[in-house]
């Protein structure tokens, strides 16, 4: 079993940034096989994906809407992944949740096997 606590949340204006953290424990979890990924969730609407970072060599993927503004990063030896979002816009207010997954759909939140707790992010206009 995989837990996941996410920090780093919080309220930002238009066009600043913020480091979302993800930190993984559990005896299984080791970057090198599971694949980790940010979703979000904003009110009334489905949970979204935002970006990727897979096994074992840390390839990266990103929503369309996040690419050139989000980073996702992790640290192997700290069990920690993280996005760094820069230049945020209000419709990038939502829950951000992580995920990991040992096999599966990358771009499906059904697919993921834990999750975190979620962390707010608002961003004013």
């Known amino acids: 079993q995989v837990q996941l606590v996410e920090s780093g949340g919080g309220l930002v204006q238009a066009g600043g940034s913020l480091r979302l953290s993800c930190a993984a424990s559990?005896?299984?979890?080791?970057?090198?096989?599971?694949?980790m990924a940010w979703f979000r969730q904003a009110p009334g609407k489905e949970r979204e994906f935002v970006a990727l970072i897979n096994p074992p060599e840390g390839t990266t993927d990103y929503a369309d809407s996040v690419k050139g503004r989000f980073t996702i990063s992790r640290d192997i030896v700290k069990n920690t992944a993280y996005l760094q979002m820069n230049s945020l816009k209000p419709e990038d207010t939502a829950v951000y949740y992580c995920g990991t997954q040992s096999t599966g759909r990358a771009y499906s939140w059904s697919t993921y096997e834990s999750w975190g707790q979620g962390t707010q992010v608002t961003v004013s206009s």
């Open positions: 559990g005896r299984t979890f080791s970057f090198t096989r599971y694949r």
